[in-house]
């Protein structure tokens, strides 16, 4: 496998049904087949469109959150009935993309009757169209024509209608911002600029991962001409930690598990956990990225277990083994360096199960690799 390219993505490939407000059936019974297509074939689906939903995956991060918000300031002022709806809030450090109040958490009642008669929804850094939750069962509701703008691997029997995929990108900020030049004229403003910077620098780690790309550096010089604040934006993501969060770090760093030689470093957190360190599983975004900065560890693992019946699980790999396998036959998925998945049952029965899996895996891909 080609890695070049695909990095270490801050994003959560987390599957929660934690934060889904109320259980939707999903019922998967889109009939279109899913079309590869290009960047003109997305400015002439936006053209015929008139109304347009965006929406990005379940608890959302800043590429799909940056993505959501620079698109919904071209589409309202090319003149488009344009709306930002998510299965997921937003969370308090991106709060500055929302100055407007142009995020909306999905509510069946309140927004059914503006969602049926949507003719486009794009859908932003999503993998698995099961991630949009709520929003999911509304597009098949009402059959919606969907357009699936990403850089996560696609399985070829994917929902989506039209896909416009490049696992090579190293955000879907990145793919945004290519679109955008070629529809538009001239700079970008800052309105747009905001929450593409927001979408790069969340998903390269301030341009320092491997998937940091010469075209990250050129998107973030045509960012600070439009005359962001870049180290607003970096503080209001990185610098804004909750006491309670630092405890719960606090407490991973003081039990975590080392095995296969020190390769795999693993931690839980339940929820007393939780509880003791007045934090909540919304903060546990970033810790697994924190535990694989250990010398010697090319494995990052947390089993969170926030007492719902499921577990949540979260790989974070340095590049010499490839982790979205492990997800993907543990239910899950994500990229090649950073992954997770969502297990039904209580940590005493999911944590052994994953760490079987993952040992296993792992000491499989050693002996290949020899
Ligand atoms: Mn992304």
């Known amino acids: 496998m080609n890695l070049s390219g695909i990095g270490l993505n801050n994003c959560n490939c987390i599957f929660s049904i934690l934060d889904c407000p109320y259980e939707t059936p999903y019922l998967y019974n889109f009939s279109s087949e899913s079309i590869m297509i290009d960047f003109n074939k997305v400015k002439s689906l936006i053209s015929e469109a008139d109304r347009i939903l965006l929406t990005t995956h ?54 059914q009757d503006w969602i049926k008669n949507v003719n486009l929804v794009i859908i932003f850094d999503v993998g698995d169209i099961k991630r949009l939750q709520t929003i999911c069962s509304e597009i098949n509701s009402y059959s919606l024509p969907t357009l ?31 679109y955008l030049k070629l529809a538009r004229s001239g700079q970008l403003p800052k309105e747009i600029c905001e929450g593409i910077y927001t979408a790069v620098m969340t998903d390269t780690g301030s341009f320092r991962y491997s998937n940091t790309n010469t075209k990250c550096h050129e998107i973030a010089i045509e960012c600070f001409r439009s005359g962001i604040n870049h180290s607003y934006i970096y503080q209001q993501v990185y610098e ?131």
């Open 58 to 111: 379940e608890n959302p991060d800043g590429d799909g959150l940056g993505c959501c918000a620079a698109m919904y300031f071209h589409l309202r002022e090319i003149g488009k009935d344009c709306r930002i709806i998510n299965c997921s809030r937003i969370s308090s450090e991106y709060s500055f993309l929302n100055s407007e109040q142009i995020f909306e958490v999905h509510e069946l009642v309140q927004h």
């Open 240 to 370: 804004t930690n909750s006491k309670g969060r630092i405890k719960l770090l606090g407490n991973i760093l003081g039990n975590l598990t080392f095995e296969c030689d020190n390769e795999l470093a693993w931690f839980i957190i339940d929820k007393s956990t939780l509880d003791e360190c007045d934090s909540t599983s919304e903060e546990v975004g970033g810790l697994t990225d924190f535990v694989r900065t250990i010398r010697g560890v090319e494995v990052a693992l947390m089993i969170l277990d926030s007492g719902h019946d499921t577990c949540r699980i979260n790989y974070r790999s340095k590049g010499k083994y490839i982790i979205n396998g492990i997800a993907k036959s543990l239910g899950g998925g994500g990229h090649p360096l950073a992954a997770g998945a969502v297990l039904e049952g209580s940590m005493e029965t999911v944590l052994p199960k994953v760490l079987n899996e993952t040992k296993q895996s792992l000491q499989e891909q050693k002996y290949q690799s020899k």
């Open 148 to 178: 699936n703008i990403d850089h996560h691997p696609h399985d070829d029997d994917n929902l989506f209608t039209y896909n416009l995929v490049d696992v090579n990108a190293a955000a879907t900020g990145e793919m945004l911002y290519n």
